[in-house]
C-alpha cells in the first residue's frame, strides 16, 4: 500500500477469517482505538513502543464481521486538533489537495477512505473529529449519539463526549459499518442497547421536517460554503422534505462551554501518562515529580499541554465555580435549545464545517482560530445527538459537508434522509 | 488576566514542565483563551442542574481479566510481578 497522503501511523495488517457483513473489507482504524498487537499511539510520543494487549470492543466487533484490519490512521495527538497537523509523526495530506490539511482529528481516517486506500474507516468524534475530516475530504462520516458504540477500548481525551462512529466514501458503506459496531456492551457504563440493522437502509426523505437553526449561516461561515449547503437544502425540499428556519440561541455559549468541559475531562484522563505503565521510561533516581514532569514534558505536544493546562487551571480552587459549573450550566441550555426544536422537526440542517480545508500551516499559529472552527460540530457533541456529515458540492474548488443532525438515537432517519441525498446529488 | 508566575504553578500541578522561552507566548494564548470563555460570565445559572442520568451497577463477580504477565509487558524492568516507579520520598 502507497500511502502518499501520511494517513497510516502503521499498516500492520491483521486479516480476519470470519464470515459476516465485513468479509474480505479492508477497514483503517483511528490510532486512539486499542488494536492488540498493533502499536496504538495517539500520534503522541507519550505512547511510544506501546502494544495493547486487548481489542476495542469495536475492533471485536470488526474481526467478527469478517473485516481486516488494514492498520492505524494518523490523528492530532489524543483527538485534540480540527486539522491532524497536531500529529507527532506530520500532519495527514488531504487527497484532494495535498497543500492542504485533512481536518481533524480523525484526518488519517478520511485521507486513507478519500485517497481510496481503504474503503471504510473507524474515526472518533469528541467535537467534531469524525465530521470535520469528512467534510474537508469529501467523504461520508456519521457521528453516533452517545452511547450507541462501546467506548470500550476507545483511549479517553473527553469520555463525555466521545464516540466512535464509521467513515466511509458513501452512505451505503457508513451505514454497513455502523451496524457492525452499534450495539450494547457491559464493559462500558454508558452504553446503550440500541442496534442498528443496516437491511432497514433505504432512501427516505419524504414528508420530513427538516429545521434550518439561523446559527447555522451566521457570522463566520464563509459564504460560498454557505451557498453550497443551501443549495444542498434546496435539493432536499425537491426531493419532498419540508423545511423550516428555527433558532438555538445558547449556540453562543457552545465554544466555551466545550472547551471548558474538555479540557478539565483532559486534565484529568491524561493523568496516567507519566510513562510508568507504557510509555518513555521515567528517570527512576529522580524525585517523582520530576521524573514524571520530565516524561510528560518530552512526551506531549503543545496543543495537549494547553488542554492540560487549561482544564488544571479551570478545576483549580477558586475557579470550579467561574468555569466547571457555569460550562454544565450552558450545556443544560443547549440540550433543551436541540430537544425543542427536533420535537418539532425530524432532523436539522447546516454546513459541518463554516469553512473549507485550509492550507497546510495556516490555523497552527492561533489555537482560539482553530476552536472557534469548530462552533458548528461541538453542539451536537453537548446535545449527544447523532449528526452525519454529507459530501453536497464545492466552494474555492474543495469540497463541502451538508451536516444533518438528528433525535436521540435517530441514526436510522439519518441515514435514510442522507442516501436519499446522495442519490439525487 | 494569569500572570508567568500562574501558568508556572499551574504547569508544577500538572507535572508538565514549561521552558523559560515558551513561558511568555504560552501566557499570552491562554489569557486570549480565557478572555473567550468570559462568555459564561454572562450566562444566568439560575435554573437546577438537571442529572437524567442513572448509575449502572453491575454484580460483584469474578471475571476473566488479562493474565499478569500481559498486563506488566509495557512497564519497564517490572520485578517479581510488580511495576517499578519513582522513588515517592
Known amino acids: 500500500m502507497q500511502d502518499t497522503y501520511n494517513a497510516f501511523l502503521s499498516t500492520i495488517e491483521i486479516p480476519s477469517e470470519a464470515k459476516g457483513l465485513l468479509a474480505g473489507i479492508r477497514i483503517a482504524v483511528k490510532d486512539n482505538i486499542s488494536t492488540k498487537d498493533i502499536p496504538t499511539t495517539c500520534a503522541s510520543k507519550i505512547l511510544t513502543g506501546y502494544i495493547p494487549p486487548y481489542d476495542a470492543h469495536a475492533v471485536e466487533l470488526l474481526k467478527a464481521a469478517g473485516a481486516t484490519i488494514a492498520g492505524k490512521t494518523n490523528m492530532d495527538e489524543f483527538g485534540m486538533g480540527t486539522t491532524t497537523e497536531n500529529s507527532a509523526f506530520g500532519p495527514a495530506l488531504n487527497p484532494r489537495d495535498t497543500t492542504r490539511v485533512t481536518g481533524g482529528s480523525s484526518g488519517g481516517s478520511a485521507a486513507a477512505v478519500a485517497g481510496c486506500l481503504v474503503p471504510m474507516a473507524l474515526g472518533s468524534d469528541t467535537g467534531g473529529s469524525i465530521r470535520c475530516p469528512a467534510s474537508y475530504c469529501g467523504i461520508v462520516g456519521l457521528k453516533p449519539s452517545y452511547g450507541r458504540v462501546s467506548r470500550y477500548g476507545l483511549i479517553a481525551y473527553a469520555n463525555s463526549f466521545e464516540q466512535i462512529g464509521p467513515m466511509a466514501a458513501n452512505v451505503t458503506d457508513t451505514a454497513k459499518l455502523f451496524s457492525i459496531i452499534a450495539g450494547h456492551d457491559r464493559r462500558d457504563s454508558t452504553s446503550v442497547a440500541k442496534p442498528y440493522d443496516f437491511a432497514g437502509l433505504h432512501a427516505e426523505i419524504k414528508g420530513k421536517v427538516i429545521g434550518v437553526p439561523k446559527e447555522y449561516f451566521g457570522e463566520g461561515v464563509d459564504k460560498d460554503v454557505a451557498a453550497s449547503v443551501e443549495k444542498a437544502i434546496q435539493k432536499l425540499e425537491e426531493l419532498g422534505a419540508v423545511t423550516r428556519e428555527v433558532s438555538l440561541p445558547s449556540m453562543q455559549y457552545a465554544l466555551a462551554a466545550y472547551y471548558v468541559t474538555c479540557t478539565c475531562e483532559a486534565s484529568s484522563n491524561l493523568d496516567r501518562f507519566d510513562g510508568v505503565r507504557y510509555g518513555p521510561e521515567p528517570e527512576m533516581n529522580l524525585p517523582w515529580h520530576d521524573a514524571y514532569t520530565k516524561v510528560r514534558a518530552a512526551g506531549f505536544g503543545p496543543e495537549v499541554r494547553r488542554r492540560i493546562f487549561l482544564g488544571t487551571f479551570a478545576l483549580t480552587a477558586g475557579y470550579y465555580g467561574k468555569y466547571y459549573l457555569k460550562a454544565q450550566h450552558a450545556k443544560q441550555l443547549i440540550r433543551r435549545d436541540f430537544l425543542r426544536v427536533l420535537t418539532d422537526c425530524d432532523m436539522l440542517a447546516g454546513p459541518t464545517m463554516p469553512n473549507v480545508a485550509p492550507k497546510l500551516g495556516e490555523m497552527t499559529a492561533n489555537p482560539l482560530q482553530m476552536y472557534q472552527t469548530d462552533i458548528l460540530t461541538v453542539p451536537i457533541n453537548i446535545a449527544g445527538i447523532p449528526a452525519i456529515s454529507v459530501p453536497c458540492g464545492t466552494a474555492h474548488g474543495l469540497p463541502v459537508g451538508l451536516q444533518l443532525m438528528g433525535r436521540m438515537f435517530g441514526e436510522e432517519a439519518l441515514l435514510n434522509a442522507a442516501l436519499a441525498f446522495e442519490e439525487e446529488a | ?89
Open chain 2, 1 to 89: 488576566m494569569v500572570s508567568e508566575n500562574d501558568v508556572l504553578h499551574i504547569a508544577e500541578l500538572a507535572d508538565i514542565g514549561i521552558a523559560t522561552a515558551e513561558l511568555g507566548k504560552f501566557t499570552e494564548q491562554f489569557n486570549a483563551i480565557l478572555e473567550y470563555f468570559d462568555i459564561l460570565d454572562t450566562l444566568e445559572a439560575n435554573d437546577a442542574l438537571e442529572r437524567p442520568l442513572v448509575n449502572v451497577f453491575r454484580e460483584d463477580e469474578t471475571r476473566p481479566s488479562l493474565s499478569q504477565e500481559e498486563v506488566l509487558r509495557n512497564s519497564h524492568n517490572p520485578e517479581d510481578g510488580y511495576i517499578r516507579a519513582p522513588k515517592v520520598i
